[in-house]
């Protein structure tokens, strides 16, 4: 369980001692090199972008959230699928390569916890993908999800993958923040390309605002 969750501090984006800036993971062009090279091995790459566009289908949406951006693979994806996209990330260097890659797009420098310091308009769905919210600073997750939930519209879906770790954030107080947050569980699979969930270590989760 995450302790005091609900009230933890929410790092601001001028902290650089976050779980994700305490981590050697990849970043910028590195980090997009690693799906270049699995895109030219025949994998699909784009599981992600495929389930929110059978998302946005279901409920007649076009507006995503790309929360937790990076570097833009999925914002920049969907984006080229015709539907209205918003990144934002708490990582510069990140966010300086999806600026390179698609200026187009409106690419936003914040911390999750901070979104309504940034972020006034509503979104059909908020895509938390990269293991997001294992990545936030601990004991903020409860405090991410509220903010995401702000930006949903009524009956909007919140849908995060990410690796499920007893020594991290368990998929029992994922969806009691959510719950929390106003939303309500609707789907849960095993990959981005829909496995049943049975247990594993991935869990790919869909909730739904209530209307």
Not at 2 to 30: F, K, L
Not at 84 to 96: I, K, Q, R, Y
Not at 102 to 125: K, M, Q, R, S, Y
Request: hydrophobic share 40%; aromatic share 6%; glycine share 10%.
């Amino acid at each position: 369980m995450v302790p005091n969750a609900a009230h933890a501090r929410c790092v601001t984006i001028a902290d650089v001692n976050t779980r994700w800036n305490r981590t050697d993971a990849p970043r910028g062009a590195e980090y997009d090199a690693r799906w270049t090279r699995l895109a030219a091995a025949g994998q699909n790459i784009h599981g992600e972008a495929d389930l929110v566009e059978t998302l946005l289908a279901e409920i007649g949406g076009t507006r995503v959230l790309d929360a937790g951006c990076g570097t833009g693979r999925v914002g920049i994806e969907l984006r080229g699928r015709g539907f209205d996209v918003v990144g934002v990330d708490a990582d510069p260097g990140m966010l300086e390569t999806a600026r390179r890659n698609a200026p187009e797009i409106n690419w936003i420098h914040v911390n999750l916890c901070d979104l309504d310091t940034h972020l006034g308009e509503e979104f059909d769905v908020a895509l938390l993908a990269g293991n997001v919210m294992i990545f936030v600073e601990p004991g903020t997750e409860a405090r991410v999800l509220q903010q995401v939930s702000k930006r949903l519209t009524p009956g909007g879906v919140l849908v995060a993958g990410f690796k499920v770790d007893p020594d991290r954030l368990t998929l029992d107080d994922y969806d009691r923040f959510a719950a929390d947050a106003g939303l309500e569980p609707n789907t849960r699979w095993a990959t981005w390309d829909q496995a049943p969930f049975a247990g594993g270590d991935y869990a790919v989760s869909v909730h739904r605002k209530g209307t």
